[in-house]
């Protein structure tokens, strides 16, 4: 996953797929490396995407970190961290830094463990949008605004999409 940055002009954010540890990364529009950001109090069992977007604080953006992936679909509980987007220049020397105060959104699926790739904020609602994969027919869920970091919520499916027709 990628986003580019709402408050940090030419700044994107990036995450490695699984194996890798519990950190985000910052890049300008050149390429240039800004920073390792670890991500306090979460795992990184396998990262698969990131958004960015409103949250509970009108006042503050908001990145969204995918730790959706399960290969195997055998894990009952997936998780989102949602965090204050960062200060970061563009310029900046390389950074390692550590980021506290992390909501973690812990999910499960209403309708069975799942493997996702997709992680989507509404705008709009701050409803959070997941997609499945490796199946015939892909599942669409929502976990609706606002997103306990207190109890454990079940993803809504809303729709599937069948991406095989015969």
Same mark, same amino acid.
């Given at each position: 996953?990628? #986003?580019?940055?709402?408050?940090?002009?030419? @700044?994107?954010? $990036?995450?490695?797929?699984?194996?890798?540890?519990?950190?985000?990364?910052?890049?300008?529009?050149?390429?240039?490396?800004?920073?390792?950001? $670890?991500?306090?109090?979460?795992?990184?069992?396998?990262?698969?995407?990131?958004?960015?977007?409103?949250?509970?604080?009108?006042?503050?953006?908001?990145?969204? @970190?995918?730790?959706?992936?399960?290969?195997?679909?055998?894990?009952?509980?997936?998780?989102?961290?949602?965090?204050?987007?960062?200060? #970061?220049? +563009?310029?900046?020397? $390389? @950074?390692?830094?550590?980021?506290?105060?992390?909501?973690?959104?812990?999910?499960?699926?209403?309708?069975?463990?799942?493997?996702?790739?997709?992680?989507?904020?509404?705008?709009?609602?701050?409803?959070?949008?997941?997609? +499945?994969?490796?199946?015939?027919? #892909?599942?669409?869920?929502?976990?609706?605004?606002?997103? +306990? +970091?207190?109890?454990?919520?079940?993803?809504?499916?809303?729709? $599937?999409?069948?991406?095989?027709?015969?």
């Amino acid at each position: 996953g990628i #986003v580019a940055s709402y408050k940090n002009e030419n @700044v994107f954010w $990036t995450h490695n797929d699984s194996g890798d540890q519990n950190r985000i990364y910052a890049f300008n529009n050149e390429g240039q490396h800004l920073g390792v950001y $670890t991500l306090q109090n979460c795992s990184a069992r396998d990262f698969e995407d990131i958004a960015i977007g409103p949250g509970p604080d009108e006042n503050q953006d908001y990145l969204y @970190v995918g730790n959706i992936g399960d290969n195997g679909s055998q894990y009952d509980t997936k998780y989102i961290y949602r965090l204050i987007e960062p200060d #970061v220049e +563009s310029d900046q020397a $390389t @950074v390692n830094e550590t980021l506290y105060n992390i909501d973690i959104i812990a999910y499960q699926y209403e309708d069975g463990n799942r493997d996702a790739e997709t992680l989507m904020l509404d705008p709009l609602t701050k409803d959070i949008i997941i997609v +499945s994969k490796r199946e015939e027919a #892909v599942h669409i869920y929502k976990l609706p605004y606002p997103q +306990s +970091s207190e109890t454990l919520l079940t993803a809504e499916l809303i729709h $599937t999409m069948d991406f095989y027709p015969d």
